[in-house]
């Protein structure tokens, strides 16, 4: 018994937990993206961001939410450097896509 036997179990343990952490390299690089070009790439992600959040495939499901979840987090992190009217701007399209993803996961919940 020993470690030759948890082998298999320990290796997708850390998978799992691989899977789970959000690639900092994409993030970082959306970021800079958004805080040197600031929301003039929002309407060329807009309608990419609203069908990876409507998603409900259950084979893609998962990796487009993940795909979504890091374009939102480089763009939080950089609009920081904004305006106020491109502020304003972010969060419509953030409140947008926080409704969408809560009616996707009630009608999930629900089938």
Known sequence: ???????PEVNNNNKQTN???????TSSVLQGLFRNFGDCLLPLLK???ERMISDTSFDKHESNN???MEII???VRGSKHW???????HNQ???RCLVQTK?????????
Do not use: D, W
């Open 1 to 7: 018994m020993g470690f030759a036997h948890m082998g």
């Open 19 to 25: 899977k789970n952490k959000q690639k900092t390299t």
């Open 47 to 49: 309608p990419h961001l």
């Open 66 to 68: 993940r795909c979504a």
């Open 73 to 75: 987090s480089g763009l």
């Open 83 to 89: 305006n106020y009217e491109q502020v304003c701007t």
């Open 93 to 95: 399209l953030l409140f």
């Open 103 to 111: 009616i996707t996961m009630h009608n999930k919940a629900g089938s």
